[in-house]
């Protein structure tokens, strides 16, 4: 089953919480802080796999979790970062964000791709011991890694595209010049899939050619199978237009021409401008007639295109139409490699992602992911830890701002579940 749309959904692994511990050693009375820092959350790591050309895997599985990384230890000891999970993917593949649709990045090299990092581990007692605080009894938590959804969408890598009307020989021509071997039958959507062959024009010397499946009239708004494969078309940089020159289904092939170009133009404007040979197929059925082709050859110049008459089933004037494919991609740029679009998101949080309101007259509370991951850290049970905190909100401008909604001693002030008086 060919699949080229996957919906995903990603969640790196939580960094390990720092560790609250203490020197412990015989005739040594005051050993200090020495609580380690947590490891380091997995990271999602996407990877091309060229033995793979479809993304089936992920009709069955939507959701991708890394590894959480381990907590801290005593003596220092810091906590095992955990295990990245590597995702495969076929070459041509698009990650883009779910919400916006904005290209997050191209899979079209060999390099890997962190598309959500992990968390980083929380501190240690160790860290936060000061001449003042030297029994610090409270350590930072972990941070999340990166949660995102996104869509995965497979743009095949070709240079040269097949298209035209079903049945006018596409997958015939595939066949011949390459070592693909995609399904042939004399009717209509025989090729459901697009099928990729290599043609070979010399030595050191070769290109990728797509067969794609039919387009027909209303493909761009989806009908027929031209709706859910002329993304496959986006990065080919030429495009051999293919017409049954002999007329066996009863259409006029210049009409056919213009009805396929208007659905390119509908898909995309950029794919209506990419570069086009005309190829007659079918003539060996002409026999001594050569009006049609006549015809065609005129419409072609009149628009601008290179024309070609060849049959796929005799191979007559196959070999011109590789070595003229071949000379006219030295002259075109490179497949397209999309750029990144989407901004990742950011995983420290700062001051602003807080607010604070007046819930009743007397009562004030604090809310947000800041506030939610500053108290995660702290031990409302321990005095140095309340400082700490204390500390914090000052430095935060926290106090100025409540005074500005009008806080009065004596009022309560709620932080998640952490409730005490305000004193000036």
Known sequence: MFIDVAKIRLIAGR????????????????????????????????????????LLDFRYKRKYVATNGEPGGGKRMKGKDGTDLVIRVPRGTIIRDQKTGQVIHDMSDDEPFIAAKGGNGGWGNSHFATPTRQAPRFAKPGLPGVQIDVTLELKLLADVGLVGFPNVGKSTLLSVVSAARPKIANYHFTTLVPNLGVVRVADEQS??????????????EGAGLGHDFLRHIDRCRLLLHLVDASGSEGRDPIEDIETINAELAGYSTFLAERPQIVVANKTDLLGDDRTMLDRLRAYAEEKGYDFLELSAATQQGVRELIRKTWDTLQTLPPVIVYEPEYVPQEIEVTEADMTIEKVEDDTFAIEGVWA???????????????????????????????EALGVKEGDTIVIDDFWFEYVP
């Open 15 to 54: 960094g390990g919480d720092g560790k609250v511990g203490f020197h412990r050693e015989k005739y040594v009375a005051a050993g200090g802080p020495d609580g380690g820092d947590g490891g380091r959350g997995g990271s999602i790591i996407f990877r091309v796999d060229d033995n793979l050309s479809t």
């Open 207 to 220: 290109f990728v050619m797509a067969d794609i499946p039919g387009i027909i009239e209303g493909a761009a």
């Open 372 to 402: 939610e991951r500053l108290m995660s850290g702290i031990n409302v049970d321990e005095y140095e830890s309340r400082m700490y905190l204390d500390r914090r909100l000052q430095e935060a401008g926290v106090y100025e701002k409540l």
